[in-house]
């Protein structure tokens, strides 16, 4: 069957010239011999244009230009399909596809379109959203919400919008339900990791893949300030090894495990975010894994 292209781009991800990004696309497409169309991302989400075009048309690849919330919100309108999904990386962070070794590089991103291979990664669900890399309660969603209000995307903004909330968080009150083990903390944040890390190779869950049907959850405790950067830095360096929960103790300033499923009580109203973006937030959050949720074009 004769491959056919849909690119997706997003107008307001990430720094990158999309005009430029648009004329690279048409000439490597187009040298590859691939039919492809070029739409813009749908603001609402439900992409029905898109699914009935995939019905009509013949489409086996939709290559998603953007960053991380706008694949989920693209692979979540699509499962069940049967479709290949690509990313060329356009975002701030660009998690997803640092985790699947899928370059930042928009021409070496095409080249993986053209010559990697599809195979299933693993997704969640956090209550009715769906999200195939990360997800976050207090410190980092806080940021995620900040962050989307800022005129300049980017690195350097997020790291100034995380520095301001740092001398002004504070921390929630949490309680955790899994199959292994029920308990009450308090933490700065915690996340839910299908994907390692948050992006810019920043791995929060070093030990996370994308397809091993668990969820690798990291508690950052509540802990002196002062010691909260060194903790996280020990945890993305990989210092924090992976824990079972049925030893959980007050004495760790991270609790860092695996799962496929846990319900979270957030007792203090902890803001929320899917994949950097802020999202409303809710007094429980019920997580579940979802094995091979998509197809993702990968480095073969």
Same mark, same amino acid.
């Given at each position: 069957?004769?491959?056919?292209?849909?690119?997706?781009?997003?107008?307001?991800?990430?720094?990158?010239?999309?005009?430029?990004?648009?004329?690279?696309?048409?000439?490597?497409?187009?040298?590859?011999?691939?039919?492809?169309?070029?739409?813009?991302?749908?603001?609402?989400?439900?992409?029905?244009?898109? %699914?009935?075009?995939?019905? %009509?048309?013949?489409?086996?690849?939709?290559?998603?230009?953007? !960053?991380?919330?706008?694949?989920?919100?693209?692979?979540?309108?699509?499962?069940?399909?049967?479709?290949?999904?690509?990313?060329?990386?356009?975002?701030?962070?660009?998690?997803?596809?640092?985790?699947?070794?899928?370059?930042?590089?928009?021409?070496?991103?095409?080249?993986?379109?053209?010559? !990697?291979?599809?195979?299933?990664?693993?997704?969640?669900?956090?209550?009715?959203?769906?999200?195939?890399?990360?997800?976050?309660?207090?410190?980092?969603?806080?940021?995620?919400?900040?962050?989307?209000?800022?005129?300049?995307?980017? /690195?350097?903004?997020?790291?100034?919008?995380?520095?301001?909330?740092?001398? %002004?968080?504070?921390?929630?009150?949490?309680?955790?339900?899994?199959?292994?083990?029920?308990?009450?903390?308090?933490?700065?944040?915690?996340?839910?990791?299908?994907?390692?890390?948050? !992006?810019?190779?920043?791995?929060?869950?070093?030990?996370?893949?994308?397809?091993?049907?668990?969820?690798?959850?990291?508690?950052?405790? %509540?802990?002196?300030? /002062?010691? /909260?950067?060194?903790?996280?830095?020990?945890?993305?360096?990989?210092?924090?090894?992976?824990?079972?929960?049925?030893?959980?103790?007050?004495?760790?300033?991270?609790?860092?495990?695996?799962?496929?499923?846990?319900?979270?009580?957030?007792?203090?109203?902890?803001?929320?975010?899917?994949?950097?973006?802020?999202?409303?937030?809710?007094?429980?959050?019920?997580?579940?894994?979802?094995?091979?949720?998509?197809?993702?074009?990968?480095?073969?």
């Amino acid at each position: 069957m004769a491959r056919k292209i849909v690119y997706l781009i997003n107008p307001i991800s990430g720094t990158k010239d999309k005009a430029e990004l648009k004329e690279l696309i048409k000439r490597k497409t187009k040298e590859a011999g691939i039919s492809f169309e070029i739409m813009d991302t749908d603001k609402t989400g439900k992409y029905e244009v898109l %699914k009935n075009k995939i019905s %009509k048309d013949g489409v086996t690849d939709v290559v998603v230009c953007g !960053g991380d919330g706008t694949v989920s919100a693209v692979s979540a309108a699509l499962l069940n399909i049967e479709i290949n999904i690509g990313i060329v990386p356009m975002g701030s962070g660009n998690g997803l596809a640092l985790a699947a070794n899928i370059p930042a590089a928009p021409v070496k991103a095409l080249e993986i379109v053209f010559n !990697g291979k599809a195979s299933f990664i693993d997704g969640f669900y956090i209550n009715d959203d769906f999200s195939c890399m990360l997800c976050g309660l207090g410190f980092d969603a806080q940021v995620a919400h900040d962050f989307a209000k800022q005129k300049k995307r980017g /690195l350097q903004t997020y790291i100034k919008v995380s520095a301001i909330n740092y001398f %002004k968080a504070n921390p929630y009150n949490f309680s955790i339900q899994s199959k292994e083990k029920s308990f009450d903390t308090s933490a700065w944040f915690i996340c839910i990791a299908n994907s390692n890390q948050f !992006g810019n190779n920043m791995k929060i869950a070093p030990k996370a893949s994308l397809s091993d049907g668990l969820l690798d959850i990291v508690i950052v405790k %509540k802990m002196n300030k /002062l010691m /909260l950067p060194l903790s996280v830095l020990a945890q993305f360096a990989g210092i924090n090894a992976l824990q079972n929960v049925n030893d959980y103790s007050d004495k760790k300033n991270i609790i860092y495990f695996q799962t496929p499923s846990l319900t979270i009580k957030n007792l203090s109203a902890a803001p929320f975010h899917i994949d950097g973006d802020p999202k409303d937030s809710a007094k429980e959050f019920k997580v579940k894994v979802v094995r091979n949720a998509i197809k993702l074009i990968q480095p073969s």
